[in-house]
């Protein structure tokens, strides 16, 4: 199937579903976030960004009725589609996505177009939090005493966890032993996964057989197994821009501007961020700040806005024609992501996983539209995770996180994972053409903390222009290694008990493409594996990298306040210094909730969690 009929295929029942999810679920219909009418001339604060931060800092800020606060999203509303967790694959590469690619590589993505990948942020307010898979994970302890050990004080375990419950209003099943593990009342609801597969009871069963417990997806020490939480509420995706703006836009200081984008931040002749140019209505308009200007636009688009504000590595600015204010070498630098395996399949008999066709069945979406049940309540995606014992140093901190997927990359004759997933045409129908229609599921490994480092850089000094991205994937010879035993776990769960005899699960042997020369499950025929269909998570972080002003890569300090420059912090996925272990929307609201107390304490507001 070519890319044309890809598109007109999705594009024509789209439009249709648009139409049918407005009808039947009214709730879902788009919300006016827009008060681009109302733009004054200044403001206390600017956030730049509408996502999973960018909308917290909204909401928190605008608590305090003196401070006039603006909130520039490059996007639209968020589609109808958008609410239903089970259409998450329709969102991605749509019309709420950048749609950005990497660049084309040599060390990984030998089995998708042009040797580059799909790298979807989200492109509408909640950003990513809008198109993603609403897994909540926290990750580990040891993500966030690393990150303070590394030169960043209060954000250590202890320091954090404050906030991710502050955010979080959990409604899954706890026992005494997890309940301390969550919050309750927060705006960010979190659910079990309420509609599951049969086979996702095997997977679990899978990891008793191997010595691993049940765990709870938030529990700071994770090593066990686990069904995935999700941020739903009531079979409705439960987006920061659902969480956080739409019961607060109405505050009287707080202002939304929709379909703003950011070319560049202002700053005055003492290198104090004074405002921002953006575009809006096809005309060019600036807005100044009291206070603060609050960067909030991703991995991707904050380091990008700085370098074309002439913030960061001073040559390769230069080169670009941008003139620079401040040399940070580490703008755009440490890109950070997770490395996932969607190729490793197993069939399984009749009714116990899941055909992704069928949720076009009127039986389906009868059970979702009326009884918010069924298929469609949770994302068509992981079921379930796995953080297994590390075999590299600290045994307890999982080098690979595990997915379960209750279906394969080839059930649906490519008709929407192939796409989505940038997989070549000819490579997909010659390896998983076989798997079209037939019950089975997926393992696969994502490595937590890859050493190899990836960029953001500019493509040219036109802000309309999409930066350069590099992922890098595979470059440190560790994360190959890390990477293989991942995938030995996973073939080795594959083949317990609980799978293989209770759901008759059978591996998908055929010889990769362009890997016939290796013995097969070789160590060096794993690699050629990995190299070939090893995509993303979506994941990106690092790239305004938190770490004091002796780190020459940081760009921020511990207080997210950007190096050498006043008047400017930075507050999303790029701060991290190293990614965390597991899925990143969870960890870039709880920074945001961190960040909106620092800057209450910073101007004289008393906040009662947070000391400096």
Same mark, same amino acid.
């Given at each position: 199937m070519d890319l044309?009929?890809?598109?007109?295929?999705?594009?024509?029942?789209?439009?249709?579903?648009?139409?049918?999810?407005?009808?039947?679920?009214?709730?879902?219909?788009q919300h006016n976030y827009d008060a681009s009418s109302k733009l004054l001339n200044q403001y206390d604060f600017i956030i730049i960004g509408g996502g999973s931060a960018g909308c917290v800092l909204a909401a928190r800020l605008s608590e305090v009725p003196a401070w006039k606060v603006l909130l520039l999203e490059a996007g639209g509303k968020p589609p109808p589609?958008?609410?239903?967790?089970?259409?998450?694959?329709?969102?991605?590469?749509?019309?709420?996505? =950048?749609?950005?690619?990497?660049?084309?590589?040599?060390?990984?993505?030998?089995?998708?177009?042009?040797?580059?990948?799909?790298?979807?942020?989200g492109f509408a307010i909640g950003g990513s939090s809008v198109i993603n898979s609403m897994f909540y994970v926290r990750g580990n302890r040891r993500d966030y005493d690393n990150w303070a050990n590394m030169g960043n004080p209060g954000w250590d375990y202890n320091s954090v966890e404050? /906030?991710?419950?502050?955010?979080?209003? &959990?409604?899954?099943?706890?026992? $005494?032993?997890?309940?301390?593990?969550?919050?309750?009342?927060?705006?960010?609801?979190?659910?079990?996964?309420? =509609?599951?597969?049969?086979?996702?009871?095997?997977?679990?069963?899978?990891?008793?057989?191997?010595?691993?417990?049940?765990?709870?997806?938030?529990?700071?020490?994770?090593?066990?197994?686990?069904?995935?939480?999700?941020?739903?509420?009531?079979?409705?995706?439960?987006?920061?821009?659902?969480?956080?703006?739409?019961?607060?836009? /109405?505050?009287?200081?707080?202002?939304?501007?929709?379909?703003?984008?950011?070319?560049?931040?202002?700053?005055?002749?003492?290198?104090?961020a004074v405002g921002v140019r953006f575009q809006h209505q096809k005309k060019m308009k600036s807005v100044y700040a009291r206070r603060e200007v609050l960067l909030s636009a991703g991995a991707i688009g904050s380091p990008h806005i700085l370098m074309l504000s002439g913030l960061g590595p001073a040559k390769h600015l230069l080169s670009h024609g941008v003139a620079p204010l401040v040399d940070i070498p580490g703008v755009g630098q440490n890109l950070n992501d997770h490395p996932y395996l969607t190729g490793l399949a197993w069939t399984t008999r009749p009714n116990s996983s899941f055909n992704i066709l069928e949720t076009a069945h009127p039986d389906v979406l009868y059970d979702y539209f009326f009884?918010?049940?069924?298929?469609?309540?949770?994302?068509?995606?992981?079921?379930?995770?796995?953080?297994?014992?590390?075999?590299?140093?600290?045994?307890?901190? $999982?080098?690979?996180?595990?997915?379960?997927?209750?279906?394969?990359?080839?059930?649906?004759?490519?008709?929407?994972?192939?796409?989505?997933l940038g997989l070549d045409t000819k490579f997909y129908h010659n390896y998983f053409q076989s798997l079209g229609q037939r019950e089975g599921f997926s393992i696969g490994p994502f490595l937590c903390r890859p050493k190899s480092r990836g960029t953001i850089t500019?493509?040219?000094?036109?802000?309309?222009?999409?930066?350069?991205?590099?992922?890098?994937?595979?470059?440190?010879?560790?994360?190959?290694?890390a990477f293989i035993r991942g995938m030995k776990f996973s073939l080795k769960l594959g083949s317990t008990p609980a799978l293989k005899d209770d759901f008759e699960a059978k591996f998908h042997d055929r010889i990769l493409p362009g890997c016939e020369n &290796?013995?097969?499950?070789?160590?060096? &025929?794993?690699?050629? /594996?990995?190299?070939?269909?090893?995509?993303?998570?979506?994941? $990106?972080?690092?790239?305004?990298?938190?770490?004091?002003?002796?780190?020459?890569?940081?760009?921020?300090?511990?207080?997210?306040?950007?190096?050498?420059?006043?008047?400017?912090?930075?507050?999303?996925?790029?701060i991290m210094p190293v990614v965390t272990t597991g899925n990143t929307n969870a960890p870039v609201i709880m920074i945001a909730e961190k960040a909106a107390d620092m800057i209450k304490s910073d101007w004289g507001v008393p906040t009662p969690f947070y000391h400096t």
């Open positions: 044309l009929q890809s598109r007109l295929l999705r594009a024509i029942p789209l439009a249709l579903l648009r139409i049918l999810v407005v009808t039947v679920l009214p709730e879902t219909a589609e958008s609410h239903i967790p089970g259409l998450n694959q329709l969102l991605l590469r749509g019309d709420a996505d =950048w749609n950005f690619f990497t660049e084309p590589q040599s060390n990984a993505f030998q089995g998708f177009a042009d040797k580059r990948i799909p790298y979807p942020r404050h /906030y991710f419950k502050k955010m979080e209003d &959990y409604r899954g099943e706890t026992t $005494p032993e997890t309940e301390a593990f969550h919050g309750f009342g927060g705006p960010m609801v979190v659910e079990n996964k309420k =509609w599951q597969t049969p086979v996702v009871g095997g997977f679990i069963k899978a990891g008793e057989q191997l010595g691993y417990k049940r765990v709870d997806p938030s529990d700071p020490d994770q090593i066990g197994f686990s069904v995935v939480d999700f941020t739903v509420k009531n079979g409705i995706r439960w987006s920061t821009a659902e969480a956080y703006i739409k019961p607060n836009v /109405y505050r009287p200081n707080l202002h939304v501007v929709l379909n703003a984008h950011v070319t560049r931040i202002i700053f005055d002749s003492n290198k104090r009884n918010r049940d069924g298929r469609l309540s949770g994302t068509i995606s992981i079921e379930g995770y796995a953080w297994p014992f590390s075999e590299e140093g600290d045994p307890y901190w $999982p080098e690979v996180q595990i997915g379960f997927t209750p279906f394969t990359v080839g059930n649906d004759f490519g008709l929407i994972t192939q796409y989505i500019l493509a040219s000094s036109n802000p309309n222009d999409a930066p350069i991205i590099d992922a890098n994937f595979f470059d440190h010879p560790d994360d190959m290694k &290796y013995k097969p499950l070789s160590d060096e &025929y794993l690699e050629c /594996y990995a190299r070939t269909l090893t995509g993303t998570t979506y994941h $990106p972080s690092g790239t305004c990298k938190m770490g004091p002003i002796s780190d020459k890569y940081s760009v921020v300090d511990y207080m997210l306040k950007v190096h050498r420059v006043k008047g400017l912090r930075v507050v999303d996925a790029s």
